[in-house]
């Protein structure tokens, strides 16, 4: 029961959701370090829930100059159809729902394989060791476009779905494919994070069917929530530096050494 969890616990995993989330090195993976490191077994689904909404809230506003933008250009432009698709914040939004296509439907499939396997070192080591060379990658992105064409959407939707996988890391993942895609490290930055909406705020919804999801709702589910959503923030303007001075491959001296140890564990 989440009563009987240990505060400092909950705050310490409220801390790994907001770093982790949003950082290339994988929220899924080093939550089931932390899992495993503080004997706590799975995460009951109360604290689930509200940590995925600390850090839903974050981005919502980290990004929300840019969705400010979208939403006034959408709503002026509501009656033109053709001139909203062919707007800026018309081609992103669009972007955004065609990716989250696959993203959902590989998410889905793969949910119940993944959580037999969640808490399995081996298996975390190995998609850690994926996310290594991920952000390795995005060494060769060179691009300068502002917004993925749909083509291009689709298959940052297809990696995105992928990150299911425990250790493999969504931003990460996302931001390294649409840098090879062609996209500018800043546009790959904010497209990942608009597209993580959907994504994250479907996983809640996923998660509030069950109504065990809220019934144990207390003090330590709301700190843990509390600290997803400042340490989420704060990890988000740290990768946004360090994507815009294209540092993004460093991430890889911490994933390399950490998917060795648990690849060998």
Known sequence: MLAALDT????????????????????????????RLFGMGDAPLTLSVVLHAGTLLATLVA???????????????????ALLRA???G?????????????ALIGLLLKGPVEAYAHD????????????????????GRGEETTPTLPQAFAIGVVQGLAVLPGLTRSGSTIAAAMLLGLSG???FRFSFLLSLPAVAGAMLLELRH????????????????VAFVSGYGSLLLLRGVVHRGNLFMFALYLVPLAVLLFLS
Not at 63 to 81: C, H, I, K, W, Y
Not at 121 to 140: D, E, F, K, N, Y
């Open 91 to 103: 081609k992103l939004v669009l972007a955004v729902l065609v990716a989250s296509v696959p993203t």
């Open 211 to 226: 109504p065990e999801a809220l019934g144990a709702l207390g003090l330590p589910a709301l700190l843990g929530g509390l």
């Open 121 to 140: 070192p081996q298996v975390v080591g190995a998609c850690l060791m994926g996310s290594a060379i991920a952000v390795l990658l995005t060494r060769l």
């Open 8 to 35: 400092l616990k909950t705050v310490a995993l409220g801390l790994i959701q907001g770093m982790t989330e949003f950082l290339p090195v994988s929220s899924s993976g080093h939550i089931a370090i932390g899992e």
């Open 186 to 188: 800043a546009a790959a």
């Open 63 to 81: 990004f929300r100059g840019d969705l400010a933008t979208v939403a006034r250009d959408v709503l002026r432009l509501r009656g033109e159809p």
């Open 87 to 89: 707007s800026d914040s």
